[in-house]
């Protein structure tokens, strides 16, 4: 990876020029020294037929008791947030739709959208009191894009609730399973959600390992 040509910016924050980070399993991966993240060389991205047959190998059962507990994580405390009654959107929800189940039967409306799975645009055309990305935001190929949708699908006042495996210790991003995952191509840590909703002005709580509630302001220039 010495004298590898950088990818033009960060995407996920767009600044600055990244930093190599390292090469493994004949990929290269970057970092960078403003939000954080760590990603994949955008060169080396897999193709949509390669990631659409990768996920086509999950199982995600609505019905699994293991992975309903697993999706708690972000379920509960969001659940904790929201007003009786509330409309929501499960973006990048995959085949099995487990969040948008556990929500619903809360009492919550929740519409579903996935690029693979759930197509339809229809549901990107309004906006909700809350929007979930479980397990999906390691899969954008233009991160600082599909933020900058999620933050408008999400109303003043409203939330959005991220779940994906934050990244810690670059001494052991090269054995890390969540990144032997090919259709996994950028990795968060705390420090770039927080650095994400600092540049809207949105609040930013982490209330479990992996999970971060942003709430967009009620009125512009404001928090919480």
Request: with cysteine; glycine share 10%.
């Amino acid at each position: 990876m010495p004298g590898a040509t950088p990818p033009a910016g960060c995407p996920v924050c767009r600044s600055g020029k990244p930093q190599p980070l390292v090469s493994v399993d004949g990929r290269d991966y970057w970092r960078c020294g403003t939000c954080e993240a760590r990603f994949l060389d955008p060169r080396q991205h897999p193709s949509p037929e390669t990631e659409h047959a990768y996920y086509l190998r999950h199982e995600n059962d609505p019905d699994d008791p293991g992975y309903r507990r697993f999706l708690s994580k972000l379920a509960d405390p969001l659940l904790a947030c929201l007003p009786a009654g509330s409309h929501g959107l499960d973006y990048g929800c995959g085949p099995g739709p487990a969040l948008a189940a556990m929500l619903r039967e809360a009492g919550h409306d929740v519409a579903l959208y996935d690029p693979f799975f759930h197509p339809d645009p229809g549901p990107l055309a309004r906006q909700y009191d809350f929007v979930t990305c479980t397990e999906a935001a390691e899969h954008f190929h233009h991160p600082a894009t599909e933020f900058a949708r999620l933050a408008g699908l999400v109303r003043p006042g409203g939330w959005l609730a991220i779940m994906t495996c934050f990244q810690t210790e670059d001494a052991r991003f090269a054995g890390w399973h969540y990144r032997k995952d090919p259709t996994h191509v950028v990795f968060y840590r705390e420090a770039t959600m927080r650095h994400l909703a600092a540049g809207k002005g949105w609040a930013c709580d982490i209330p479990a390992k992996d999970v971060a509630l942003m709430q967009k302001p009620k009125k512009e220039g404001t928090a919480g």
